[in-house]
């Protein structure tokens, strides 16, 4: 019989396995176990014990273990030697600060990676690299399997991203449901994600590897809403691995949150990589789509709770529109560019997405505030007038500002994240369907549109 389901999926590619397998949120990795040295300008000293990455208090490697000094010689530590390198096998692991020291019938030290951390010898050129992606939100793709004594397990796991350049494979752990639970239920973080990635170019060197996973960490956490990135990054040589990154790449602690991409669908997710990461090569661009991306995760997580947040969406469009509107296709020329008020700015803005300046049906409390004001004439003018009665901080802006419900204000949040959505979606020519936070019942049929400036027609189901 197991031959049999074999020969069924025989076509189907093997799951990729994390690099580093967490069955429980927050687990430690342990690094390296052992003697390891500390060495500064002045003076070395080896250290029996170990150096583990943690996720809590603070992410990232740490060693801890007992000195070949005496107890007594303990200001050693501290003289000398506050920039030392730590060596492992006699390569330079990172750079190291020390944290504590415990005396008594235990002579104990513990310290941190304060910079990169990387074990191994990151000289040589390597074949492809293998990571994991922890936080990463359900996504369907392409099916994959497994093969174990029980038999084989088949999901659509996989997310291929790829341009002229690189071939990047994106697998969801085979138990992300158990995994799920667990981030749920104690927060914080867990690997759900392995991956794999192939130059097209030949070998990959360490030098190109920070700003390549840059510009995927950023796509990633576009697609997710909040920040992920790939950690442990290895890198392989003939199946072996010659380098592990155990730098902690900056990764949002567990929430949920709202994000656009269809769930049992990657349709049209390639072609929005392959236009992220050209753009990614011009610096100006580059630097647009990380500041943009930055607001855009930090007002959709509520960083700054609902009104700090609004001004943080704001930050995006006022950013988009400039880049877009007058930078690119120099819609607004000179002064006038200048002069322009900010609700008209995003009014242009809209027009250029083919998106009306209506509030939706569903924001019906920010429609009230509209219908009950004598100066507020659309959505774009309500969003400005919420953000201003914020910022500002005249008597007459408190007053305003401490009458509006906090509905309304929730409802005028969610409306700009969407604007900037949308306007990052035309900006990377996304041409399907997503998830409308607009409408009522997220992740619903009728939540699933297709971009406002597309041609396309969705298909309906036959009626059975």
Not at 40 to 56: C, L, T
Not at 66 to 83: H, M, Q, S, W
Not at 302 to 326: H, P
Request: charged share 25%.
């Amino acid at each position: 019989m197991g031959t049999e389901i074999e020969e069924i999926y025989k076509d189907y590619s093997e799951i990729i396995e994390s690099p580093i397998e967490m069955t429980e949120a927050n687990s430690p990795l342990v690094i390296f176990e052992g003697q390891f040295t500390l060495k500064s300008k002045s003076q070395e000293i080896v250290i029996d014990g170990r150096i583990q990455f943690d996720w809590f208090p603070d992410s990232g490697a740490s060693f801890s273990g007992v000195p070949n000094i005496d107890v007594f010689e303990t200001d050693k530590l501290f003289k000398g030697i506050d920039d030392f390198e730590v060596l492992i096998d006699g390569l330079c692991f990172g750079k190291g600060l020390f944290t504590s020291t415990s005396m008594g019938p235990d002579f104990f030290i513990r310290g941190i990676l304060s910079q990169q951390a990387i074990k191994g010898d990151k000289s040589i050129p390597v074949q492809k690299l293998w990571f994991a992606i922890p936080n990463l939100r359900d996504f369907m793709g392409i099916p994959v399997k497994k093969v174990h004594d029980k038999g084989v397990y088949c999901s659509k796991n996989r997310l291929i991203l790829e341009n002229d350049s690189f071939k990047i494979l994106i697998d969801k752990c085979y138990n992300y449901k158990e995994l799920k639970q667990s981030l749920e239920s104690k927060g914080g973080y867990i690997i759900q994600y392995a991956g794999e990635l192939y130059s097209k170019k030949g070998s990959i060197l360490f030098d190109e590897v920070q700003d390549l996973f840059h510009c995927l960490d950023t796509f990633l956490s576009f697609l997710n809403g909040r920040r992920t990135a790939a950690l442990f990054i290895h890198g392989m040589f003939e199946n072996e691995t010659v380098w592990c990154d155990y730098t902690d790449y900056y990764v949002d602690t567990y929430k949920s949150v709202f994000s656009w991409p269809q769930k049992h669908s990657i349709d049209g997710i390639n072609e929005l990589w392959q236009k992220f990461s050209e753009l990614w090569k011009d610096s100006d661009d580059k630097n647009f789509l990380i500041s943009a991306i930055h607001w855009y995760v930090e007002a959709n997580s509520s960083s700054g709770f609902t009104e700090g947040s609004i001004i943080m969406a704001q930050t995006a469009l006022e950013l988009v529109y400039n880049w877009l509107i007058i930078e690119h296709k120099k819609i607004l020329i000179g002064k006038d560019s200048e002069n322009i008020s900010a609700a008209n700015k995003i009014r242009l803005l809209l027009s250029n997405l083919n998106i009306d300046y209506k509030v939706p049906l569903s924001f019906d409390k920010l429609q009230s505030f509209i219908d009950e004001s004598k100066d507020i004439i659309d959505a774009p003018d309500a969003v400005v007038q919420i953000r201003n009665a914020i910022v500002h901080s005249q008597e007459e802006k408190r007053k305003k500002l401490s009458s509006i419900h906090y509905k309304v204000k929730a409802e005028a949040l969610g409306l700009c994240v969407w604007y900037i959505e949308m306007s990052l979606l035309n900006i990377l020519n996304f041409d399907n369907i997503y998830y409308n936070r607009c409408i009522r019942g997220l992740f619903t049929s009728n939540s699933k549109q297709l971009v406002p400036w597309s041609k396309k027609e969705i298909k309906q189901k036959p009626s059975p």
